[in-house]
């Protein structure tokens, strides 16, 4: 029996069962006296219980994940329509977990928060990760997203960056606005994320009421290997709901873990949490018609252009069994795609693919991949890998002659499937360059959301950004005024009266070095002297 299958008994272990033993299977006689010469010590070194349980219980923490290390896992099903809106989903996909109405495949989703510790609160204002993990029959799928549409910054180059903005500062070891919005005022991609991020919802009140978004944009690939462009979305069937900054102080004063708890007893009562996903797709190519470029990740896809179409439900129904197991040792990555499903050339997320299995290689072990959690449960694994740290079993084949592990070989060894890797390849020219994407746009949007909000949402979005702002530098505070100018008028002159800074003040600033304005923006400008 492989360990992934092990499941706990229904019936209670008889007394012999519950006898404790260490690892190596020697029945434990005395659980509360280390080995000692007369009662009083001193200790003796050939105490081997005694050093294999502190030894073991040294080394309980492996590294918490560098983002995201606070989270929560659960596990369902996805259960599909077998279309993608009227079209069969055939049309678009061949990925098989998408084809039949009603086909369901297992999956795990871990829901998390960003910046803080693995202890830290889960009502801080901050995105929430939304990773799922199918286990299809084509192997494993990871949809690695968030709860908000976009990000901050669109090339994995800057990540390190947003994130050490974000962290606590290296020598106070406090979140610091001043450093958050020193870089985010150097950063124009980030207004749009920031209008998120700071209006009401950027506190989830739990994991079960919010959105899931892949964020990145990537490929749908049919069985002739036509490609269209795609962007995933979850949306939750009890609906979204958030809370505001006090009521989240409040949470949080009597517990850190609400979020985790809400879910855990969502589901050990059975009231099972639901979500039914969506795609948007467009054809595969650069959308010059487009005012932004569609491998921009701080960019939505207009659903009125591109519509919701939906693919299937998901649905979350059982709980871990051990949070260290299946929570801290889970691995997802957005390299983990299946046949039908592909990478665009998005800079983001070609960037995380490489970082999501670098980071998990050290985190967890190279051998992450044969844990129970991460493995293919619905597939075959036969690889030629073996060995490194925490290595127990070979990926062999059943009967594979075990002296061959390598590739080609006339001795009974693996061999390479017989499909063809990519038909229709797209073909790649270009001159190598170090460049931004150019229709960049960076307020046409957050302007958009802005202008798309109620009252009340405006009110809250300029008091908690007002708020946040008041704990930092003058410079940092009147470029920050200038980008909330150029996205909307009010938005600029609210959060600037909070902090003291009128329009007037900032009108001489121009925009950043190497910062190129649209028409729109350039009006916007001359317009605040
Ligand atoms: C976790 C890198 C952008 C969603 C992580 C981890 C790393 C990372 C290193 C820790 C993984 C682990 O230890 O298992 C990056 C890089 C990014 C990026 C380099 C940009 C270039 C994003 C974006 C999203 C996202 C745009 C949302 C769409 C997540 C989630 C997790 C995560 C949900 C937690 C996964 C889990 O629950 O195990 N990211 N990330 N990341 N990231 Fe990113």
């Known amino acids: 029996m492989s360990p992934a299958d092990k499941s706990p008994k ?7 069962e519950r006898v404790l033993t260490n690892r190596q299977g020697h029945p434990v006689v005395n659980n509360q006296s280390q080995r000692t010469v007369g009662s009083r010590g001193p200790a003796t070194l050939e105490n081997y219980q005694f050093l294999e349980k502190i030894s073991h219980f040294d080394r309980e923490r492996i590294p918490e994940r560098v983002v995201h290390a606070r989270g929560f896992v659960a596990y369902g099903d996805f259960e599909a329509t077998g279309k993608i809106g009227d079209e069969p989903a ?10 039949e ?26 995105p929430r990760g939304f990773a799922v993990k199918f286990y299809t029959e084509d ?63 950027g506190i989830p009140a739990n994991y079960r009421h919010m959105e899931g978004f892949g964020v990145n944009t990537y490929k ?22 958030s809370l505001t900054a006090d009521e989240a102080a409040k949470v949080q004063g009597q517990d850190l873990g609400s979020a985790s708890k809400d879910l855990y007893t969502a ?29 921009d990740d701080t960019k939505i896809w207009p659903e009125k252009d591109f519509p919701l179409l939906h693919v299937g439900t998901m649905t979350l129904n059982r709980n871990v069994e051990d949070f260290f197991n299946e929570n801290e040792q889970i691995a997802m990555g957005t390299g983990v795609l299946v046949d039908g499903l592909d990478f665009s050339d998005d800079k983001m997320l070609i960037g995380r693919t490489f970082s999501y299995s670098d980071t998990q290689r050290y985190r967890v072990g190279p051998n992450y991949l044969q844990l129970p959690v991460n493995q293919a449960k619905q597939a075959r694994v036969a690889t030629n890998q073996s060995g490194g740290q925490m290595s127990y079993y070979r990926d062999a084949a059943p009967g594979q002659n075990p002296h061959v592990n390598y590739e080609p070989s ?16 797209p073909e790649v020219r270009g001159q190598l360059t170090r460049s931004v994407i150019e229709r960049r746009n960076d307020y046409v949007q957050p302007r958009a959301r802005f202008c798309t909000m109620m009252q009340w949402e405006r009110d809250d979005l300029v008091n908690n950004m007002g708020t946040m702002l008041a ?56 317009s605040l002297g």
């Not at 990000?151 to 606005?177: G, M, N, W, Y």
């Not at 749908?220 to 709901?241: C, D, I, Q, S, W």
């Open 10 to 16: 229904s019936s209670a272990p008889t007394s012999d």
């Open 90 to 99: 055939s049309k678009y996909t061949r990925a098989k977990l998408f084809q």
């Open 101 to 126: 109405a009603g086909k369901k495949t297992p999956l795990a989703i871990r829901f998390s928060t960003v910046i803080g510790g693995r202890d830290s609160s889960e009502t801080a204002r901050d």
């Open 139 to 201: 192997g494993n799928w990871d949809l690695v997203g968030n709860n908000l549409a976009v990000f901050f910054i669109r090339d994995a180059i800057k990540f390190p960056d947003v994130i050490h903005s974000l962290k606590p500062d290296p020598v106070t070891f406090r979140q610091e606005p001043n450093r958050i919005f020193d870089f985010m005022s150097q950063t124009p991609e980030a207004m749009h994320m920031l209008t998120h991020l700071f209006s009401p919802r």
């Open 220 to 241: 749908m690939v049919n069985a002739e290997g036509n490609t269209v462009l795609v962007k995933y979305h979850f949306h939750p069937r009890e609906g979204v709901a």
């Open 267 to 295: 589901i050990e009562t059975g009231n099972y949490p639901q979500w039914d996903m969506y795609v948007q797709v467009m054809e595969d190519h650069e959308h010059p018609e487009l005012d932004w470029d569609p491998l």
């Open 410 to 425: 006339i001795h009974d060894g693996l061999t390479e499937a017989p499909r063809e890797e990519n038909n229709n390849p």
């Open 471 to 526: 704990d930092c530098e003058r410079d940092v505070q009147e470029r920050m005024v200038w980008h909330f100018l150029m996205v909307h008028d009010e938005f600029g002159n609210r959060v600037g009266e909070m902090i003291g800074i009128s329009a007037a003040d900032v009108a001489n600033l121009g925009p950043l070095p190497k910062q190129v304005l649209t028409e729109e923006d350039q009006r916007r400008m001359k």
